[in-house]
């Protein structure tokens, strides 16, 4: 049998609709598989939640994702970052990106960016996703989140403004 996988995304921009259909997809899609190197007595299902919905609860030895629209054109990353998760309460099973085009890269094109956790043992942990733009993080890569997500004291030209922080989106998600 298939273990029960969880989808939560994270929609913004025009993409909204993709994202949708592709969260509908997966949820369609994920009792198709043989279930060969999944836990046995689990039963199939996929749980989409609300964007702001970032209180998550799971049963141990499920799997969920997160799936956000990011752009590498438009300098758009996404991070996991610390302090992660309480490894005994869950683990990040890695993250994997889907372009919009396909397997032909266009330039400009937009995908997503899903990362998948695992529920381990009982209890209750934190973890936060960043989200960076050109204007919110500085000297990060798509893989190299930002060294600080604080305001910068100055601008480009020098005067004393303050530019705006990355957005933070807090999780919090209890096993039992």
């Not at 609709?17 to 198709?32: D, S, Y």
């Not at 996929?46 to 997160?66: N, Y």
Request: aromatic fraction near 6%; charge should be negative; include cysteine.
């Amino acid at each position: 049998m298939i273990s029960p996988t969880r989808t939560v995304s994270v929609l913004l921009g025009s993409r909204g609709g993709v994202a949708i259909a592709a969260a509908v997809l997966l949820a369609l899609t994920t009792g198709c598989g043989s279930g060969a190197d999944e836990p046995a007595g689990r039963s199939a299902s996929a749980t989409s939640h609300p964007v702001k919905d970032t209180t998550i609860t799971a049963g141990q030895g499920e799997r969920f994702t997160l799936t956000v629209d990011q752009n590498a054109s438009t300098r758009e990353y996404w991070y996991l970052v610390d302090p992660g998760p309480d490894s005994s309460v869950l683990v990040s099973r890695g993250r994997d990106y889907a372009s919009d085009s396909g397997d032909e890269p266009v330039a400009g094109a937009g995908g997503r960016l899903t990362f998948t956790f695992e529920a381990k043992g009982k209890g209750t942990t934190r973890f936060t996703l960043l989200h960076c733009t050109f204007t919110t993080c500085q000297g990060n890569t798509s893989t190299l989140p930002p060294e600080t997500t604080e305001p910068s004291a100055t601008s480009a030209t020098g005067a004393s403004s303050a530019s705006p922080v990355p957005e933070r989106i807090t999780y919090t998600v209890t096993v039992e």
